[in-house]
Structures are given as C-alpha cells and as structure tokens.
C-alpha cells in the first residue's frame, strides 16, 4: 500500500490529519485498500447488506414518524401511511420488501462464506460478528413483523414469545418481562417498537466491526490462496468501488420490481387482518427467511428423559446457531475454498439442498410425511455441521492449489 499511502497535499489537510485522520483512514481504508483481484460477484454481496441496512434505517426512521404503536391504533397507523402519508406507500413496500431483500442478502453471503472457507483463520472473528449481526437481524426482523399488529404478528408474537416459557426455573419470569404481562398486548407491542428502532443500530455498529475485523487480514478470496505479493491485488477504489456498484444497481431491479408491481406479495394474507386474540388463525407461519429455524423448533416434538419437547425444540434451534458460530473448529481441512475441495463440493450442495428442504417444510402444516421430513432434514443439519465437516477434514484429499493468486487470474506463463 506504501506507494498510494495518504500525503495530505495541503496544510489544511495536515492540520486535520494531526488531529482526526479521518481522510487518511479513507483514503487507506475506502480507496487503497489493497483486494483480491480474482474477487467474484458472490463478494459484491457485502457492499449490498450495507446498501440493505442504510434502505431499512431510512425508510424505518420515515416510517415511525407516521406510525403509532398503540394496539388500537397501530393497524390503521400503517393503513394511514399506506393511503393518506404522501409517499408513504413506497415508503412502506420499500421497507417491508427491503427485510426480505435484506435475508436474501444475507443468505447468499453466508453460503458464500460457507462454500470458499471464509470462516477459517485468520476469519474467525471477522465471521462470529457476522453470525451474532444475523440472529440480530432475525430478531430486529420478527419484533418488526408485530408492528403492523395483524393477526399473524399478534400470533406470531404469542407463539414465539411462548417458547421462552419451556427454559428451566426462570422461563416464567422470561415470558413475563419480554411480554410485558401476562399475555401479548401492549406493553408486548411498545417494547418491541422501541427494541426494533434499536437493534439496526446495534447491528451497524457490528457492521463497523465486521468491516474492521476484515481489513486486518484482508480478503479471502474464491481460490481461498492468501495474498502474497502486490502482483495479487488491486485498489478497492476505483475497481471494487465500481463492481459493487453495478452489483448493487442489479439487485436493485428485482426489489424494485416487487416495490412497484407486486408490494404485498411477499407478506401473509392474514396480517392484513387486525390482530384478533379471540380467533386464532388456521396456520400460524413466519415469514419465509425464519422457517428454517421454525422447522428445526417444531421437529423435536418428543420427550427425552426430562428434557420436555418444547425444551427440546429450544435446544436444538439454540444449538443450530452454536453450530454456525462453532464451524471454525469443527471444519479444520487446510484448504479454505470448495473449488480445490472434492467431496466436500457435494456435501455442500446436499446441505444446501436441506437448507432450502428446512425451509419449505417451516411453512407446511405439522402433520403426516412433513412431520418426518422436518425431523429428517433437521438431523442432516446437525449431521452436516458435526460429522461431515470434521470426518472430511481428516480423510479428504483436495486437489492441488495455484501457486499464487495472479497465477490463477494470468496463467502460469505471466504470473
Ligand atoms: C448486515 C449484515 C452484514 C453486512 C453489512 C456485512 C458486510 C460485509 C462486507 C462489506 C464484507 C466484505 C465484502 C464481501 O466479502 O462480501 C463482508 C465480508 C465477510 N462477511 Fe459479512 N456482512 C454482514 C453479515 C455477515 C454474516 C451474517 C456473516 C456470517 C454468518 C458474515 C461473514 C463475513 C465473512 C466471513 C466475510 C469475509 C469474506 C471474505 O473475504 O471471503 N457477514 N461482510
């Protein structure tokens, strides 16, 4: 980096430098940071979480200003904003829209890190922030679904709020304080809007951190080979700067699509229903980025010794987000990318394939051959995590590695 390195060029700029280095920090950090040139498009998708959490605090922050969290007002608060508040209704689509834009995001990037190795060293805690920022969003996510108070989110929050209840000893007591009282209402609802007005910006300064962790040792990359030499990189600026960019302009069309032509298609109908707590509705489902984790709850329904099945369905979503923060260790192959990984290629798609499997099986009803599928795909999770990825580890032969990163962008003649 020396030969870019920040000279401030006038002494108003070194003035500042001596007391705030704030250019120099963006111009070593934003601009010359030294990249990867062999980064693909599955690497634009940080820079568009970025752009995902910026959509959401804005319209979010536009929003509360018309919206009221009172359960005699808060429908017909979101209602108003959708027909009367000038924009609103964009405004609204484009926030609603944006939180399943956001995990779409976020799923790319994970599986993006599970197939190339980002996970490994010197990554751990670069990527143990990453998961800590995802249950986050999931929790900022489902607190958000509540808001417009209609029949699945007075649901919702009463089944999910419910399975506190199963902890040990103070399970009780836990219910109690997240609800407010007995019962979801709402004290439920004004805490939830003041938790999800906070949470996004808890995350963006994980975020902060997540970006800070990533630039002490740089970027993995897809052949997974470190840097070696300058011949190996490229400045951030103007060459990522621009691919995410394009990148984000590309996503941008889809969530537009939805914004414009088909805003509520995404959401369930029943929660353009009051919130009822005399009716209950016939299938009480998250919305789609939370029903993996939701089939993984509903598939322990037995006993083990003392352990109760709602425990137990605690326990085993509990140890499904361990399992992720925990796959460092339990993945200890040498060699980071799947590209040089043979076998490890196909246990990733299978566990893909379950992946979205947990997925469709979240929004099915509890009953006949998807009650075994659930209990099915929830063991290959666990399975994959603790059995594949350690056995393949110690018995896989990886194929062999480039020597370095310009060799495989260049050939071996112009490396
Ligand atoms: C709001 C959510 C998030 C934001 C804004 C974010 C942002 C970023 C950015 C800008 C990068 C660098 C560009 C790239 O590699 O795509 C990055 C890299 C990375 N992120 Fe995230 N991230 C988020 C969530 C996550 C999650 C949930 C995980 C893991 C579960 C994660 C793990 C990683 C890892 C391991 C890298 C290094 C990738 C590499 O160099 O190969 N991030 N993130």
């Known amino acids: 980096m020396s030969e870019h390195s920040y000279v401030p060029g006038t002494a108003a700029e070194k003035w500042l430098d001596d007391r705030l280095p704030v250019a120099r920090f963006a111009k070593e950090h934003l601009m010359d940071f030294p990249t990867p ?17 910026a959509v959401q605090i804005v319209t979010g922050i536009i929003l509360a200003m018309h919206y009221t969290p009172n359960v005699a007002m808060a ?12 924009g ?69 929050a009463t089944v999910i709020t419910n399975i506190f209840s199963a902890i040990p000893v103070v399970g009780e007591s836990v219910l109690q304080l997240l609800r407010g009282g007995f019962a979801v209402g ?22 902060a951190l997540h970006i800070w962790a990533l630039h002490v040792p740089g970027n993995n990359n897809p052949i ?19 691919k995410d960019l394009f990148a984000m302009v590309l996503f941008m069309i889809p969530f537009a699509w939805f914004i414009f032509f088909a805003p ?3 959401g369930h109908p029943d929660n353009y229903i009051q919130a009822n707590s005399q009716v209950t509705p016939a299938h009480i489902v ?57 076998v490890f290629k196909w246990f990733y798609l299978l566990f893909l394939i379950n992946f979205i499997g947990l997925t469709y099986l979240g929004a099915q009803p509890a009953e006949g051959i998807y009650v075994v ?29 480039p020597t370095s990163i310009s060799e495989n962008v260049l050939g071996k003649a112009h490396a």
């Open 37 to 53: 040139k062999n980064l693909n498009y599955w690497w634009t998708f940080g820079a568009i979480l970025v752009m995902c959490l």
């Open 88 to 156: 609103g209704r964009i405004i609204q689509a484009t926030h609603a829209v944006g939180a399943s834009m956001f995990f779409l995001a976020l799923y790319v990037h994970i599986f993006r890190n599970l197939f190339f190795g980002s996970y490994k060293a010197p990554r751990e805690i670069l990527y143990i922030i990453g998961v800590i920022i995802f249950i986050l969003t999931m929790a900022t996510a489902f607190m958000g679904y509540v808001l417009p108070w209609g029949q699945m989110s007075f649901w919702g």
């Open 224 to 242: 997974g080979v470190d840097v070696k030499s300058t011949r190996d990189t490229v400045p951030f600026h103007p060459y990522y700067t621009m």
């Open 264 to 266: 509520d298609i995404l």
């Open 373 to 401: 599928l659930a209990k099915v795909c929830t063991a290959y999770y666990f399975i994959h995590f603790f059995v594949v990825l350690p056995v393949l580890s110690r018995i896989e032969k990886p194929l062999p590695l």
């Open 286 to 342: 998250p919305e789609w980025y939370l029903l993996p984790f939701y089939t993984i709850l509903r598939a322990i329904d037995f006993n083990v010794l003392f352990i109760n099945s709602q425990l137990g369905g605690v326990i085993a979503m509990a140890l499904s987000m361990i399992a992720l923060l925990v796959v460092p260790w339990l993945d200890t192959a040498k060699v980071r990318s799947g590209l040089f990984r043979p």
């Open 186 to 207: 709402n004290p439920t609802l004004n805490r939830f809007f003041s938790l999800h007005y906070l949470l996004p910006f808890v995350i963006a300064a994980l975020v």
């Open 75 to 86: 429908f017909d608060s979101v209602e108003h904003i959708r027909r009367d508040v000038n």
